[in-house]
């Protein structure tokens, strides 16, 4: 069964902190993405990736970065964080044709 | 830039009524497109997709979307709902400009009271 694993589930991080979100797929995926979900906003795309060290800015980059150093992780970086990035973070991955996404768990990240 | 639009955020319905979630997108070119659910606590999963054909597309779950191209919507129905279809349910939209990006709407939250 293909995989998208997100290292945790639920964090907590003081503002200003520097924050790595991991996601690791098992698929082989050329593409993965980051996405933050807020309620009534649905799903937003931060950035995303289709090689290694190839990233791309989505719709909000601001205030995040990524690193894909090898094709099967995809981090992402809250470089200080702030508590507008408290949100659920979605790591995804497709293959190049992009029929569907596999999405991970999510990590709920609280900032306060 | 392309945009989704799911004109409703929370639905309430009984079991075995009907159901029909609207979706309607911005971009003009081709596309295609998605509907994901996200059951309590557990992870987005695909629930059917279009690419191009039949414009009637049947999914899991006894659920389908139509693609009505002139109206720019792909709205997603079943015709007698569940108390297992209590989810969050997200419409998506790749055009063909975008690469592989997926653009999202809002949510839709269903609940089925039993």
């Known amino acids: 069964d293909v995989k998208v694993t997100q290292s945790s589930r639920y964090l907590v991080k003081r503002t200003g902190e520097k924050v790595f979100l991991e996601c690791v797929q098992d698929?082989?995926?050329?593409?993965m993405f980051w996405y933050r979900q807020d309620p009534g906003l649905g799903l937003r795309l931060i950035y995303f990736?289709?090689?290694?060290?190839?990233?791309e800015k989505g719709d909000i980059p601001e205030g995040y970065s990524v690193s894909r150093e090898k094709k099967e992780r995809f981090s992402l970086i809250l470089e200080s964080a702030s508590t507008n990035q408290t949100s659920m973070y979605l790591c995804?991955?497709?293959?190049?044709?992009?029929?569907?996404?596999?999405f991970g768990s999510g990590t709920r990240l609280t900032v306060v | 830039a392309q945009s989704v639009s799911q004109h409703n955020h929370h639905v309430i319905l009984s079991e075995a009524a009907s159901l029909e979630l609207g979706c309607n997108y911005s971009?003009?070119?081709?596309?295609?497109l998605f509907w994901y659910v996200q059951y309590p606590g557990q992870h987005l999963q695909l629930l059917l997709k279009?690419?191009?054909?039949?414009?009637l597309v049947k999914g899991i779950k006894g659920f389908e979307a139509e693609f009505i191209k002139s109206k720019f919507s792909f709205n997603l129905r079943k015709p007698s709902v569940q108390w297992s279809d209590t989810a969050e349910y997200f419409c998506?939209?790749?055009?063909?400009?975008?690469?592989?990006?997926?653009?999202f709407g809002g949510g839709t939250r269903l609940m089925v009271k039993p």
């Open positions: 995804a991955s497709s293959p190049p044709d992009n029929y569907g996404y596999t």
């Open positions: 698929m082989d995926h050329e593409n």
């Open positions: 990736s289709y090689d290694v060290k190839m990233k």
């Open positions: 971009y003009g070119g081709t596309v295609n």
């Open positions: 279009y690419f191009s054909g039949d414009p």
């Open positions: 998506a939209v790749n055009a063909d400009n975008a690469g592989n990006m997926l653009t």
